[in-house]
Protein backbone atom coordinates (compact mmCIF):
# COMPACT_ATOMS: atom_id res chain seq x y z
CA UNK A 1 0.00 0.00 0.00
CA UNK A 2 2.85 2.57 0.93
CA UNK A 3 4.60 1.73 -2.23
CA UNK A 4 1.76 2.23 -4.45
CA UNK A 5 1.07 5.50 -2.81
CA UNK A 6 4.59 6.93 -2.89
CA UNK A 7 4.12 5.57 -6.97
CA UNK A 8 1.32 8.41 -7.04
CA UNK A 9 2.75 11.09 -5.47
CA UNK A 10 6.22 10.27 -7.76
CA UNK A 11 3.92 10.26 -11.01
CA UNK A 12 2.26 13.50 -9.27
CA UNK A 13 4.95 15.41 -8.98
CA UNK A 14 6.30 14.44 -12.30
CA UNK A 15 3.14 15.75 -13.63
CA UNK A 16 3.53 18.97 -12.23
CA UNK A 17 6.63 19.72 -13.75
CA UNK A 18 5.09 18.95 -17.05
CA UNK A 19 2.56 21.06 -16.39
CA UNK A 20 4.85 23.69 -15.88
CA UNK A 21 6.33 22.67 -19.29
CA UNK A 22 10.76 23.17 -19.41
CA UNK A 23 11.91 24.47 -22.56
CA UNK A 24 13.92 22.69 -24.19
CA UNK A 25 17.34 24.12 -23.16
CA UNK A 26 16.26 23.29 -19.72
CA UNK A 27 15.56 19.67 -20.38
CA UNK A 28 15.98 17.02 -17.69
CA UNK A 29 16.21 13.55 -18.24
CA UNK A 30 14.41 11.77 -15.35
CA UNK A 31 14.88 7.82 -14.96
CA UNK A 32 12.08 6.11 -12.97
CA UNK A 33 13.37 2.69 -11.27
CA UNK A 34 12.98 -0.07 -8.64
CA UNK A 35 15.92 -1.32 -5.89
CA UNK A 36 16.00 -3.30 -3.56
CA UNK A 37 17.95 -3.70 -0.08
CA UNK A 38 18.51 -7.02 1.70
CA UNK A 39 19.07 -7.93 5.21
CA UNK A 40 15.42 -7.26 5.57
CA UNK A 41 14.69 -6.62 2.05
CA UNK A 42 13.22 -3.63 1.15
CA UNK A 43 11.99 -2.69 -2.21
CA UNK A 44 12.52 0.92 -3.55
CA UNK A 45 10.49 2.39 -6.83
CA UNK A 46 11.51 6.02 -7.53
CA UNK A 47 12.43 8.43 -10.04
CA UNK A 48 16.11 10.27 -10.42
CA UNK A 49 16.96 12.73 -12.74
CA UNK A 50 20.30 11.81 -14.43
CA UNK A 51 22.55 13.77 -16.56
CA UNK A 52 24.04 13.27 -19.90
CA UNK A 53 22.17 11.27 -22.38
CA UNK A 54 18.56 10.19 -21.60
CA UNK A 55 19.48 6.41 -22.50
CA UNK A 56 18.63 3.47 -20.10
CA UNK A 57 22.21 2.49 -20.57
CA UNK A 58 23.36 5.82 -19.07
CA UNK A 59 20.63 5.88 -16.35
CA UNK A 60 21.68 2.08 -15.39
CA UNK A 61 25.23 3.00 -14.69
CA UNK A 62 24.42 6.49 -12.85
CA UNK A 63 21.78 4.61 -10.57
CA UNK A 64 24.04 1.75 -10.26
CA UNK A 65 26.54 3.91 -8.33
CA UNK A 66 24.35 6.24 -6.44
CA UNK A 67 22.38 3.65 -5.27
CA UNK A 68 25.24 1.46 -4.36
CA UNK A 69 26.16 4.46 -1.89
CA UNK A 70 22.95 4.62 -0.06
CA UNK A 71 23.45 0.12 0.67
CA UNK A 72 21.42 -0.85 -2.42
CA UNK A 73 21.08 -2.45 -5.69
CA UNK A 74 19.22 -1.37 -9.15
CA UNK A 75 16.89 -4.11 -9.91
CA UNK A 76 16.16 -2.31 -13.07
CA UNK A 77 15.57 0.94 -15.12
CA UNK A 78 11.66 1.14 -15.88
CA UNK A 79 11.63 3.96 -18.61
CA UNK A 80 13.91 7.36 -18.99
CA UNK A 81 11.73 10.33 -20.26
CA UNK A 82 13.64 14.13 -21.44
CA UNK A 83 11.18 16.79 -20.06
Excluded: W
Excluded at 3 to 25: D, E, K, T, V
Excluded at 37 to 45: F, G, Q, V
Amino acid sequence: MLLRMRQHFILAALMGLIAFGANAADAACYAEYKAKRDNPLELHYSVAQISGPCTVASARAQLTRSLASQGLTLLKVLSVEQQ
